[in-house]
T-cell receptor
Framework: RKEVEQDPGPFNVPEGATVAFNCTYS??????FFWYRQDCRKEPKLLMS???SGNEDGRFTAQLNRASQYISLLIRDSKLSDSATYLC?????????????????FGKGTKLSVKP | GAGVSQSPRYKVAKRGQDVALRCDPI?????LFWYQQALGQGPEFLTY????????KSGLPSDRFFAERPEGSVSTLKIQRTQQEDSAVYLC????????????FGPGTRLTVL
């Protein structure tokens, strides 16, 4: 079982639509959670961190459910420029000497295509 | 300010060749990570440095992969006797010391092994 699982899509939506992505993670010790965005042939870029209380950044809302080990991302009023792959990411959140807990664990990504 | 830079951006190697990939992290960033991203997959962790110390190399797929950061800034990922399955994008990321700090990624080196 992959440590972070997400629906690969593609999600093809019209401009203005609301779209939701979901992701599950297997390690209950995970402490930090993120959504990264990756454009075609570019590097991943942090979209937003995800907190249990939920957080919103403009048209983007992220939510974490620790009990279910589930992370979501909601995009409202989608724009053409939102077309990209969205990567769900977790981090065990601590570093010990010789440990690897600082590294990010990525899902395969969900591809979003917003059409005019 | 300058972000993370990587060179070369593209590398084509014949099977069996050795390659060296360079990463220049953001100035002052203590932590440096290497990831491998195969086509259609998310990035996968290879190795981690804190300053010049390689604290974790558990993600390196074989002993043909070697990484160093001798002066705690620039890092080099070396792949010996390249194989076709090594074809991927190699991403470098840097961050400040705290584990939860944002990791900033470089543009990657796209390696193609023929």
């Amino acid at each position: 079982r992959k440590e972070v699982e997400q629906d690969p899509g593609p999600f093809n939506v019209p401009e203005g639509a609301t779209v939701a992505f979901n992701c599950t993670y297997s390690n209950s010790a995970s402490q930090s959670f993120f959504w990264y965005r990756q454009d075609c042939r570019k590097e991943p870029k942090l979209l937003m961190s995800v907190y249990s209380s939920g957080n919103e950044d403009g048209r983007f809302t992220a939510q974490l459910n620790r009990a279910s080990q589930y992370i979501s991302l909601l995009i409202r009023d989608s724009k053409l420029s939102d077309s990209a792959t969205y990567l769900c990411v977790v981090n065990l959140g601590y570093m010990n000497y010789g440990g690897s807990q600082g590294n990010l664990i990525f899902g395969k990504g969900t591809k979003l295509s917003v059409k005019p | 300010g300058a972000g993370v830079s990587q060179s070369p951006r593209y590398k084509v190697a014949k099977r069996g060749q050795d390659v060296a990939l360079r990463c220049d992290p953001i100035s002052g960033h203590v932590s440096l990570f290497w990831y491998q991203q195969a086509l259609g997959q998310g990035p996968e962790f290879l190795t981690y440095f804190q300053n010049e110390a390689q604290l974790d190399k558990s993600g390196l797929p074989s002993d043909r992969f070697f990484a160093e950061r001798p002066e705690g800034s620039v890092s080099t990922l070396k792949i010996q006797r390249t194989q076709q399955e090594d074809s991927a994008v190699y991403l470098c990321a840097s961050s400040t010391l705290t584990a939860t700090d944002t990791q900033y990624f470089g543009p990657g080196t796209r390696l193609t092994v023929l």
